[in-house]
């Protein structure tokens, strides 16, 4: 499309309300758009293309890191803006990994071995392996949700098999949005098959949403790579 004089065209070719192409460009997730002596607003191509990649962004990684993400584009070199786009992606690939390790980790949950010595994470490595603070670790203990062993003199915190094994499905259902006491539910009936299945399922839609939010990050990469394309590349050195 050419250059949009009305801000109605641009709703229609967008799938927004006229109302909401206003809020959007006040939010800075579109550019301003140029007033005519008129008063009217101009739009170009490249509003529509941002207003088509915040709606698949929003469903990626929701509306507040979307306009986030978008209005940031608008003052990025094309270097920063395409890595800001590839975070994102990234991020849902962590999440994905994340909950895949915690359905393997479900499968032997309820083994009795105990790993072996090299099978044990401090806090700090438990943390960053999962992606959390070591306070978090520490609150989950004080739920009773990850019981770590304490094998120092220190009585530092010390997690062996079993409990990464735990804090792992733990970490899943809390970015899943699960509240602690429906993750203390869940992990205090693991032992019974109910339970485990229950766990199980949870896991599932967790990987079935995290895969519609990559669908919706993919159908807003055509646009993206519109507005990406109108960046700034900086001048060569020297």
């Given at each position: 499309m050419g250059l949009a004089v009305r801000t109605v065209e641009v709703a229609e070719e967008s799938g927004y309300s006229v109302q909401q192409v206003r809020d959007l460009e006040r939010l800075g997730v579109i550019p301003p758009a140029v007033r005519q002596d008129n008063g009217y607003r101009v739009y170009t191509a490249t509003h529509v293309h941002a207003l088509r990649a915040y709606r698949g962004l929003a469903g990626a990684v929701g509306p507040v890191?979307?306009?986030?993400?978008?209005?940031?584009?608008?003052?990025?070199?094309?270097?920063?803006?395409?890595?800001?786009?590839?975070?994102?992606?990234?991020?849902?690939?962590?999440?994905?990994?994340?909950?895949?390790?915690?359905?393997?980790?479900?499968?032997?949950?309820?083994?009795?071995?105990?790993?072996?010595?090299?099978?044990?994470?401090?806090?700090?490595?438990?943390?960053?392996?999962?992606?959390?603070?070591?306070?978090?670790?520490?609150?989950?203990?004080?739920?009773?949700?990850?019981?770590?062993?304490?094998?120092?003199?220190?009585?530092?915190?010390?997690?062996?098999?079993?409990?990464?094994?735990?804090?792992?499905?733990?970490?899943?259902?809390?970015?899943?949005?699960?509240?602690?006491?429906?993750?203390?539910?869940?992990?205090?009936?693991?032992?019974?098959?109910?339970?485990?299945?229950?766990?199980?399922?949870?896991?599932?839609?967790r990987l079935d949403r995290i895969a519609a939010r990559s669908v919706e990050l993919l159908r807003a990469g055509a646009d993206l790579a519109a507005v990406i394309a109108t960046r700034r590349t900086p001048p060569p050195p020297g």
């Open positions: 890191e979307a306009r986030r993400l978008l209005a940031g584009l608008w003052t990025a070199t094309i270097s920063e803006a395409a890595a800001a786009v590839d975070e994102v992606h990234v991020r849902l690939a962590r999440e994905r990994e994340e909950a895949l390790r915690a359905q393997r980790a479900l499968q032997g949950i309820r083994a009795e071995e105990t790993g072996r010595d090299d099978d044990s994470m401090t806090i700090t490595q438990l943390a960053e392996a999962l992606g959390v603070r070591s306070s978090t670790l520490r609150f989950w203990e004080e739920e009773g949700l990850v019981r770590p062993e304490r094998v120092t003199t220190l009585r530092a915190r010390r997690y062996g098999l079993p409990a990464i094994r735990a804090a792992r499905v733990v970490a899943a259902l809390r970015a899943g949005g699960y509240g602690i006491p429906a993750v203390r539910e869940i992990m205090g009936s693991l032992d019974d098959a109910e339970g485990l299945e229950d766990a199980r399922r949870i896991l599932r839609v």
